[in-house]
């Protein structure tokens, strides 16, 4: 009898502690994926990486983002420390515009991300589209089409989204080469 005591005790304990070998594993990071240097965990449905101590969250992991290509000319805007956001108020997606608007101006926070509207009517904020840009102060402009493309002339950026959730993926994109993730 004491045999099958000793035998029971042995098999709970294991029982026990593989228990406790999966929730530590669990815990430790099983989650995490890498890229380009970088470590991503996911949290919450989303996946989030430290750069010099400040956390970002994104939708997308970048080699999801890897077919949007972004031109010379579209990096090179990117280098620039002002970036006028605008879009355009009446369009049928325009709270998810205001909402990458949001998102970009705290994503991007080495830069100076202006606000603005392209038909400002009743609001504080300026007006500004394409035609409004400068070499100071280039515009990206957000703006929704039937195909979807990033497009940089004359110091604007456009990008042009068949959904907000294409539009989210152009701007993570964007987000992903500003931080130095993606190339």
Not at 24 to 52: C, H, M, P
Not at 132 to 161: F, M, R
């Amino acid at each position: 009898m004491q045999a099958k005591t000793i035998m029971g005790i042995f098999i709970a304990a294991i029982m026990v502690f593989s228990i406790f070998g999966v929730t530590i594993e669990y815990f430790a990071g099983s989650d995490t994926l890498k890229y380009n240097g970088y470590t991503f965990r996911q949290v919450n449905n989303q996946l989030l990486t430290r750069i010099n101590g400040k956390d970002y969250t994104f939708a997308s992991f970048p080699a999801d983002l890897e077919y949007i290509q972004l031109t010379e000319e579209t990096k090179k805007l990117l280098q620039k420390q002002v970036l006028v956001v605008t879009y355009d108020t009446n369009h049928t997606y325009a709270e998810a515009s205001a909402q990458i608007q949001y998102y970009l101006e705290t994503q991007l926070d080495s830069k100076i991300i202006q606000r603005a509207l392209t038909n400002n009517t009743n609001t504080a904020l300026p007006q500004a589209d394409c035609s409004t840009a400068t070499e100071s102060q280039p515009v990206l402009q957000l703006t929704y089409a039937n195909t979807s493309s990033i497009k940089t002339e004359n110091n604007c950026l456009t990008l042009k989204a068949v959904d907000p959730y294409d539009l989210l993926r152009q701007a993570e994109r964007i987000t992903y080469h500003v931080l130095g993730i993606m190339q």
